[in-house]
């Protein structure tokens, strides 16, 4: 239901019906009404295709009812910005993030890695997401290699842990480092 709602399949639907408008006040002699919504109606129509082409949905946000009650300041700001930017429709790129990836070097031109989902997790050390991709070209040694890094790329004091609970996907888990208790 959500993918019926992308912006792009809204400005394609009102570009669509201001064409046909257009056209039926261009046949029934309506020159004030037939102009503007043929001259305007007919590019929206063009622009929303256009972006339709290029349309990456936003990945599958898994909430528990856990999750839904993690108070604001709980929530590191690199990871809510992380979970924002994954959780909306994007035009013109590849695959969720895409840069972050190829900075990374966990990218293959030809065969990148897709996000399937995001879930918020809640920790002993405090509030963490899980991401889940599918690897297609890019193997899991690969992704294991830059185990240490992922963490470290996020943000200061996060960790991240890799499994591979499917065969062809990964689970990148991004949580607070553990601190030490130093209490003697």
Known sequence: MKDLFSPANLVTVAGAVLTVIGGYAYVTGAANLSVPTLFYGFPIFLAG???????????????????????????SPELTKLVGDVTRWKYGQNAHLES???????????????????????????????????????????????????GRFFAKGLEAKLSSPVEGEVDLMITPKPTEDKTT
């Open 49 to 75: 295709l256009a972006l339709k082409t290029t349309e990456l949905p936003p990945a599958k946000r898994i909430l528990k009812a856990s999750s839904l009650t993690i108070p604001k300041e709980k929530r």
């Open 100 to 150: 972050s990836l190829k900075v990374l070097n966990l990218w293959d031109d030809a065969n990148p890695p897709q996000l399937i989902e995001i879930e918020d997790m809640e920790t002993y050390e405090g509030h963490g997401v899980r991401l889940r991709f599918e690897m297609k070209g890019v193997s899991f040694d690969r992704w294991q290699e830059k185990q240490e890094r992922l």
